[in-house]
């Protein structure tokens, strides 16, 4: 079975400055894909990054860096320059290409203060 | 590419009464929608799973009376609560896997939040 965690609590950033949000899974599987997703409060999920599992660089989108270590099951994402829109809970989660199912973890708030 | 249009946005009903929620692929074909329920400051957590033109499929400890879900076409998955009591208030989205140009995702709707009084 899949497993996806996060544990950091909750998260103050200063603006600008960058965020690291931690994402460690447990899967038997070799062929699998890591997502991370931003809620705000809107509720919607947006997209941020995806990493593969045989992808040998690490992701990036934008302010957005996904540190992949393959040997270590971790894909903590990296926010850079941080902004007060980024305030939201992020999801890391995770499919395994047996299935189309998606793995959540417990997700983290981050608040960005100025 | 690949949106899924979800309402209604939010709904507040009676206690007894059922709700019908939608998800309608745009630009796409959704052969499968995954249905999820969430509570404040909680995951999502999987409700089922329908595929297009079969039974749904549905998670452990999901009632499949209480919740029904109709996949009758390929740009549309629908959740009908029925006979609503206040627990079953929470946050509804759906999202379904995608490829589009060789990439491989999932879309989400914009969610339901449901208020049951």
């Given at each position: 079975a899949q497993k996806i965690t996060q544990t950091q609590p909750g998260m103050f950033v200063q603006e600008k400055e960058a965020v690291t949000l931690d994402c460690t899974y447990d899967t038997s599987d070799q062929s699998y894909g890591l997502f991370w997703y931003k809620q705000p409060s809107s509720g919607e999920m947006i997209f941020l990054i995806y990493q593969g599992s045989y992808d040998e660089q690490n992701a990036t989108e934008g302010r957005y860096s996904l540190n992949f270590q393959k040997a270590r099951k971790s894909a903590n994402l990296v926010i850079s320059a941080s902004q007060l829109g980024d305030s939201a809970m992020y999801f890391c989660a995770m499919r395994s290409y047996g299935n189309n199912r998606l793995a959540f973890g417990k997700g983290n708030q981050v608040v960005v203060i100025p | 590419g690949a949106v899924v249009s979800q309402h209604p946005s939010w709904v507040i009903c009676k206690s007894g009464t059922s709700v019908k929620i939608e998800c309608r692929s745009l630009d796409f074909q959704a052969t499968t929608m995954f249905w999820y329920r969430q509570f404040p400051k909680q995951s999502l957590m999987l409700m089922a799973t329908s595929n297009e033109g079969s039974k749904a499929t549905y998670e452990q400890g999901v009632e499949k009376d209480k919740f029904l879900i109709n996949h009758?076409?390929?740009?549309l998955s629908t959740l009908t609560v029925t006979s609503a009591h206040p627990e079953d208030s929470s946050f509804y989205i759906c999202s379904a896997p995608f490829i589009l140009q060789g990439s491989y995702g999932y879309t989400f709707g914009s969610g339901t939040r449901l208020t049951v009084v």
């Amino acid at each position: 079975a899949q497993k996806i965690t996060q544990t950091q609590p909750g998260m103050f950033v200063q603006e600008k400055e960058a965020v690291t949000l931690d994402c460690t899974y447990d899967t038997s599987d070799q062929s699998y894909g890591l997502f991370w997703y931003k809620q705000p409060s809107s509720g919607e999920m947006i997209f941020l990054i995806y990493q593969g599992s045989y992808d040998e660089q690490n992701a990036t989108e934008g302010r957005y860096s996904l540190n992949f270590q393959k040997a270590r099951k971790s894909a903590n994402l990296v926010i850079s320059a941080s902004q007060l829109g980024d305030s939201a809970m992020y999801f890391c989660a995770m499919r395994s290409y047996g299935n189309n199912r998606l793995a959540f973890g417990k997700g983290n708030q981050v608040v960005v203060i100025p | 590419g690949a949106v899924v249009s979800q309402h209604p946005s939010w709904v507040i009903c009676k206690s007894g009464t059922s709700v019908k929620i939608e998800c309608r692929s745009l630009d796409f074909q959704a052969t499968t929608m995954f249905w999820y329920r969430q509570f404040p400051k909680q995951s999502l957590m999987l409700m089922a799973t329908s595929n297009e033109g079969s039974k749904a499929t549905y998670e452990q400890g999901v009632e499949k009376d209480k919740f029904l879900i109709n996949h009758a076409s390929l740009t549309l998955s629908t959740l009908t609560v029925t006979s609503a009591h206040p627990e079953d208030s929470s946050f509804y989205i759906c999202s379904a896997p995608f490829i589009l140009q060789g990439s491989y995702g999932y879309t989400f709707g914009s969610g339901t939040r449901l208020t049951v009084v």
